[in-house]
Structure formats: structure tokens, C-alpha cells
């Protein structure tokens, strides 16, 4: 992966891109993204985070919402818990003894 610093861009914009292959018969797949918020720096972390996990969704055979996942990571998550109970239920996930 590749990480670089664009000093212009200052705080306010992330861009992420992502390459692969192998999705739906060896297409090659592009995503760009771009995020624009004002704490773009930890918006940034956090998004990456809700990708990772939802990659261990796909790998994982899961589909549909991701309410373990998206208590920690979305600012109007489908079920609300708080701070730890969120924390605890992502780490579950990624270990796998959560589906969803």
C-alpha cells in the first residue's frame, strides 16, 4: 500500500484508490474515493476501517448491513451502543465470532 502526504490538499480532503482484480471473473476493479470533511484525518482512519471490514465480509461469504461494524464506524449506525460495546463488537467481528 501506498501512503504519501500532498501538503496542498492541507486537512480538509482524503483521497483513497484502491486497485484489484479477481472480482467477478479477474475484472480489474478501480475505487477512488474522495472524503471532505472538516476531521478528515480521522474520518480518513475510520473509513478505511469500514473497508477492511467489509472485505472480511465479502471473504467471509456476509452480506448486508454490518451493525457490529457499523456501530464503530458510521455517525447513524442502524443499532446505537455505546463507545465500548461498539469497540468490543468490531474486534469480535474481525476475529469472526460475530457474523455480523
Known amino acids: 500500500m501506498k501512503?504519501?502526504?500532498?501538503?496542498?490538499?492541507?486537512?480538509?480532503?482524503?483521497?483513497i484508490r484502491i486497485e484489484g482484480t479477481q472480482?467477478?471473473?479477474?475484472?480489474?476493479?478501480?475505487?477512488d474515493l474522495k472524503l471532505s470533511v472538516e476531521d478528515s484525518?480521522?474520518?480518513a482512519g475510520v473509513a478505511v476501517y469500514a473497508i477492511r471490514c467489509?472485505?472480511?465480509a465479502l471473504?467471509?461469504?456476509?452480506?448486508?448491513?454490518?451493525p457490529s461494524v457499523a456501530a464503530s464506524t458510521m455517525k447513524h449506525p442502524l443499532v446505537q451502543y455505546?463507545?465500548?460495546e461498539a469497540?468490543?463488537?468490531q474486534e469480535r467481528f474481525i476475529k469472526g465470532e460475530v457474523k455480523k
Do not use: Q
Request: charged share 25%.
Open 3 to 15: 501512503k504519501d502526504y500532498v501538503s496542498w490538499l492541507k486537512d480538509k480532503i482524503c483521497y
Open 41 to 43: 484525518p480521522n474520518c
Open 54 to 56: 467489509c472485505k472480511l
Open 82 to 84: 455505546t463507545d465500548e
Open 23 to 31: 472480482f467477478g471473473g479477474g475484472v480489474k476493479v478501480n475505487l
Open 87 to 89: 469497540h468490543i463488537l
Open 59 to 66: 471473504d467471509r461469504g456476509i452480506a448486508g448491513a454490518l
